[in-house]
């Protein structure tokens, strides 16, 4: 019982032997990593950045680092935390260059955005494409805090650091996105 306590997390990355090949020089592995993680990858940027021209642009600047500096990897985490984690950098360095300014308010009360209503499968993934696409409206600062903590399951301490904004910046940037999102979301009659 003592020795379990001791054991260090240990990440298992089903890709592993491709990212040997990769680090080894081999292009088709290089290619298979893209062809596994390409599509999710966009989606992230996509959420991020808010425009499809933009998201590719970063998902292939973010395959060009990954691959340029996948050497380095030392395969301590899963190539793909590894590579969301570029991806997500690269989507915010893009929306830096846009001069995205949040705006910083203290004492705000953090809302919960659970809804606790159980529905269907069917209606559950309606509704979700609804609210995806009413993030999609959203101006960028909300729209990104608002992704960060929602879909990529950040929290506000590590949004803060990786947007080098406080906590509670984060917190107050998700307060009003989430509520602007419900008030386009009663405008389009889905809440």
């Given at each position: 019982?003592?020795?379990?306590?001791?054991l260090e997390a240990v990440y298992v990355d089903k890709h592993y032997d491709l990212v040997v090949e990769c680090k080894k020089g081999s292009k088709k592995a290089c290619y298979e990593l893209y062809k596994l993680y390409s599509k999710a990858m966009l989606n992230i940027a996509f959420r991020i950045v808010g425009n499809i021209a933009e998201a590719e642009d970063v998902l292939q600047e973010a395959f060009l680092d990954a691959f340029s500096k996948v050497k380095d990897f030392r395969q301590d985490t899963t190539f793909g935390l590894w590579l969301k984690q570029i991806v997500v950098n690269r989507s915010i360095n893009l929306l830096r260059k846009?001069?995205?300014?949040l705006i910083e308010m203290e004492g705000e009360q953090l809302e919960n955005i659970a809804d606790e209503e159980e529905e269907d499968d069917e209606e559950v993934q309606y509704k979700a494409a609804q609210v995806k696409e009413a993030i999609k409206e959203l101006p960028?600062?909300?729209r990104l805090v608002i992704s960060l903590y929602?879909?990529?399951?950040?929290?506000?301490?590590?949004?803060?650091?990786?947007?080098?904004?406080?906590?509670n910046t984060s917190r107050t940037q998700?307060?009003?996105a989430k509520r602007k999102l419900i008030e386009i979301l009663k405008r389009k009659?889905?809440?």
């Open positions: 019982m003592q020795a379990d306590q001791n846009r001069k995205l300014e960028e600062g909300y929602l879909l990529e399951g950040y929290d506000h301490e590590e949004i803060g650091q990786v947007l080098n904004i406080s906590e998700f307060l009003r009659g889905v809440a």
